[in-house]
């Protein structure tokens, strides 16, 4: 048999299984198609303790059983069984938070019912597709546990069919291979450009990496023969692959890929761009251990001594003597002759090489591109544009059915966050997850035929208070650790397959939900579940005036009117760590800068980036704001969580009574709605106490006695604050919503707080 013949067998089982679970006379119909399972098939199942009685049940939160320091034991929580990626109204899917008590039998009946139906419709056709299989067990089996509680039915699946693929000739191997791939000099790609539409042409650079990853994976599987179930992940630049053991074979498919690409790369991005692609054997008894794990950081490492020798064998290439140009006003680079304007529409635009002019006109039309296809066909009509990735075409369609129409049999069909199974009746069609949430705008230019995404100048009109732009970076803390070490002895290939498919739909899928529908996946969703317990929020509404540039794998780069993306680095957060069930060790930082429309945009990624770097600095789990660097529970204002406060810093302040409000959040929160305006002197003079407590430590600084910064740090404050507070109108200090405030801004475990206390307020009420 075939690779994908065999992966199709053991997706046609799980089928069996997922219908078998729902209703046993319709599991005995789908049995009975079966054919006689393949030696490659069995073993694969028996490296995988998949056996003829392995139930499918209720799924336990994987993130529970991740650990990297010693903490007390944690709580079991579970899903409910839904259908995790599904749109009931052409919108996102909600976000599956998990439960503290397995699922009651009145929810499992009811979503056998729902599962019993789907499968009813699959026709004779069907049940040779693998892909429209693949899709409705991971529709219907992400939230179900198959054999051990906290694998979920998609992922054995999947890691069995892969291992069988890479088993496929020869079933009694003692090893299959592992490959990894890293597409190194993104930030540089993305970030290090300066231009009219920036922003467009950001969000289309990201999303063309996206392609380009793809296209890195479709050639690797079409040189090794492989099925699409044998990616464990792809994405942001990064990809890890399941191969045979045939050393040899698959050595030679990696340096044709290698060189292929990185020849083009060199040639097309003047080497800004590199391909590191490595592979190592594993044991095929280490698929269910820790050994898989520790396989998976070794590759990784490997790649890590690829990019310190770039280019090695193309030096001469790089330091010979080229022709100079005028450079491109976009990226800079000049050694091309053919500059253009940028927006051909306008005559004054900016030149801009082919590239940049290519991302430019891209960036708009991905609003509404719904379908994409791959082809070596040069003249397909789509009605949008196409571009070329490495002897493949890719065709942008804002229809997926006319996508469908045109496709031929040996071309790919990518749908973009579509998970309507009635489009995936051709076996050539695949899911594109894509964090991609933007709001269009109120603007339409002369040749665009609909306005596309919001502007930063629109974003500045649409803020609260100060006319300004935020930008939001922010990524996942120690994943490669979760990776390497998270689950300890239990480090197996399904469990690793799982943790990285969790992590892709929360970046690529739901926070598109939580951007287009806060009030569901947040406001609403914190009424009936418990990890979303104690959410702070400052305003009630959706927030809608946003445009994610990128969003995936572990990380994202969002931008938007400033007080929304203040609020929204809240609610990833929230619903990130409810997510994940609150395990102390997922945890995510991040970064805010705030800035004009016209200020360049490298700079804002730059600025941003640095507040990320700053919070990672602050012992992670931070968010860097407003010149400050603070604990997520600092700025929430978490009162249960002030241990985030060092443990000296605690005892110091120990004959302190606690203040009724903690943080920077509530005193925001509380004193934006008072009734009545305070006096923008109270906000100045939070600013002046702010600084007057940083110059002193500054002068300072080289004092042994840490006695005296503290002192400076926590009660400089009060007499500068007793003297504020009463100079306020009377109609403010006895205000009931101002009380709490006035006591808790004169109580030193606020005292840090001041200066991020005051910004905020200042930008709010500009």
Same mark, same amino acid.
């Given at each position: ?88 109204? *052409? ?90 791939g890293d597409l190194s000099g993104i930030q540089k790609f993305i970030y290090t450009i300066a231009s009219d539409g920036a922003l467009k042409s950001l969000r289309a650079r990201s999303f063309y990496l996206e392609l380009v990853t793809e296209e890195i994976v479709q050639q690797l599987l079409e040189e090794l023969n492989l099925p699409r179930t044998n990616i464990i992940y792809a994405g942001g630049g990064n990809l890890y692959v399941l191969a045979s053991n045939d050393t040899s074979k698959v050595k030679a498919a990696l340096d044709t890929i290698r060189e292929r690409f990185n020849k083009w790369l060199k040639n097309t991005f003047q080497g800004k761009l590199f391909l590191a692609i490595d592979y190592l054997p594993v044991p095929t008894t280490a698929l269910k251990t820790k050994g898989f794990a520790d396989i998976w950081t ?73 379908? %994409? ?7 397909? +009509? ?34 973009? *966050? ?7 009746? +051709? ?8 964090? *991609? ?12 035929? +609909? ?47 799982? @943790? ?18 806060? +009030? ?26 946003? @445009? ?92 249960? !969580? ?24 509530? %005193? ?8 009545? !305006? ?6 100045? *003079? ?25 002192? %400076? ?54």
């Amino acid at each position: 048999m075939t690779s994908q013949a065999v992966a199709l067998q053991v997706i046609q089982q799980a089928i069996c299984a997922l219908a078998g679970w729902a209703d046993p006379s319709l599991g005995d119909r789908f049995q009975s198609q079966l054919s006689t399972e393949d030696q490659a098939v069995a073993k694969a199942k028996e490296l995988l303790s998949w056996h003829d009685d392995t139930q499918i049940s209720y799924l336990e939160l994987l993130f529970d059983a991740v650990k990297l320091s010693n903490g007390n034991e944690r709580n079991e929580q579970h899903y409910c069984p839904v259908v995790a990626i599904e749109a009931s109204d *052409n919108s996102y899917p909600p976000i599956p938070y998990p439960l503290t008590a397995p699922p009651d039998l009145e929810a499992l009946e009811a979503y056998k019912t729902i599962v019993k139906q789907e499968l009813k419709k699959i026709g004779e056709q069907d049940w040779h597709n693998l892909s429209l299989l693949t899709l409705i067990v991971e529709k219907y089996g992400s939230c179900l546990s198959f054999g051990e509680r906290n694998i979920a039915l998609i992922d054995m699946v999947r890691s069995t069919a892969a291992v069988a693929s890479a088993l496929v000739d020869n079933p009694d191997a003692n090893e299959i291979g592992l490959i990894a791939g890293d597409l190194s000099g993104i930030q540089k790609f993305i970030y290090t450009i300066a231009s009219d539409g920036a922003l467009k042409s950001l969000r289309a650079r990201s999303f063309y990496l996206e392609l380009v990853t793809e296209e890195i994976v479709q050639q690797l599987l079409e040189e090794l023969n492989l099925p699409r179930t044998n990616i464990i992940y792809a994405g942001g630049g990064n990809l890890y692959v399941l191969a045979s053991n045939d050393t040899s074979k698959v050595k030679a498919a990696l340096d044709t890929i290698r060189e292929r690409f990185n020849k083009w790369l060199k040639n097309t991005f003047q080497g800004k761009l590199f391909l590191a692609i490595d592979y190592l054997p594993v044991p095929t008894t280490a698929l269910k251990t820790k050994g898989f794990a520790d396989i998976w950081t070794h590759v990784t490492k490997n790649l890590a001594k690829q990019k310190l020798r770039k280019f090695e064998g193309d030096i001469h290439d790089f330091i010979q003597l080229k022709p100079s140009h005028e450079p491109c006003r976009v990226c800079h680079r000049d050694d091309l002759q053919s500059l253009k304007n940028l927006n051909r529409f306008e005559p004054d635009s900016s030149r801009a090489c082919w590239m940049c002019r290519t991302m430019f006109e891209l960036g708009d039309e991905l609003f509404d591109i719904k379908a %994409i296809v791959r082809s070596k066909r040069s003249n397909i +009509k789509c009605g949008v544009q196409r571009i070329y990735l490495q002897k493949r075409y890719y065709y942008f369609f804002q229809e997926s059915e006319r996508a469908l129409q045109v496709a031929k049999d040996d071309e790919t069909v990518l749908l973009v *966050n579509n998970w309507n199974l009635k489009n995936y009746h +051709k076996n050539n069609t695949v899911p594109l997850l894509l964090g *991609n949430y933007a709001q269009r705008s109120e603007e339409k230019e002369k040749y665009q035929k +609909k306005a596309g995404f919001i502007r930063a100048n629109e974003m500045t009109e649409k803020a609260e208070g100060i006319a300004r732009v935020g930008y939001l970076r922010m990524d996942v803390d120690r994943l490669g650790r979760i990776f390497a070490e998270g689950l300890g002895e239990n480090q197996t290939l399904p469990r690793l397959a799982g @943790l990285s498919r969790q992590m892709s739909y929360f970046f690529k899928v739901y926070l598109n939900s939580l951007a287009k529908n806060r +009030k569901q996946n947040l406001l609403e969703a914190r009424n009936s579940v418990k990890t979303l317990e104690n959410t702070q929020c400052l305003t009630k509404d959706d927030r809608p005036n946003l @445009l994610f540039i990128y969003a995936g794998g572990d990380d994202l780069f969002v931008s938007g009117a400033w007080n929304e993306i203040v609020e929204f680095s809240f609610d990833v957060y929230q619903c990130f760590r409810a997510y994940t069930g609150k395990n102390p060790d997922i945890t995510l930082s991040g970064g805010i800068s705030i800035d004009g429309a016209k200020f360049p945009l490298y700079q804002a990624a730059k600025t941003s980036g640095e507040a990320e770097e700053a919070a990672k600095g602050n012992g992670r789990d931070s968010l860097g704001l407003f010149g400050g660097k603070f604990k997520w529970d600092e700025w929430l204002g978490i009162s249960e !969580n002030m241990n985030v406060i060092d443990a000296e810093i605690r005892t110091y302040l120990s004959p302190e009574v606690k203040p009724e409000l903690w943080g920077i959040f509530p %005193i925001v929160d509380r004193l934006n709605n008072v009734d009545t !305006n305070y006096s923008r002197s109270f906000i100045r *003079n939070l600013l002046l106490t702010a600084e007057a407590q940083e110059n002193m430590l500054a002068k300072i600084q080289e004092e042994k006695s840490e006695d005296i910064q503290r002192e %400076i740090r926590y009660y400089l404050h009060l007499p500068k604050i007793v003297y504020t507070l009463a100079r306020l109108p009377s109609q403010v200090r006895d205000n009931e919503n101002f009380a709490p405030v006035r006591t808790s801004l004169k109580n030193p475990y606020n005292a840090p707080y001041f200066r991020a206390i005051a910004t905020w307020l200042e930008l709010l009420n500009r």
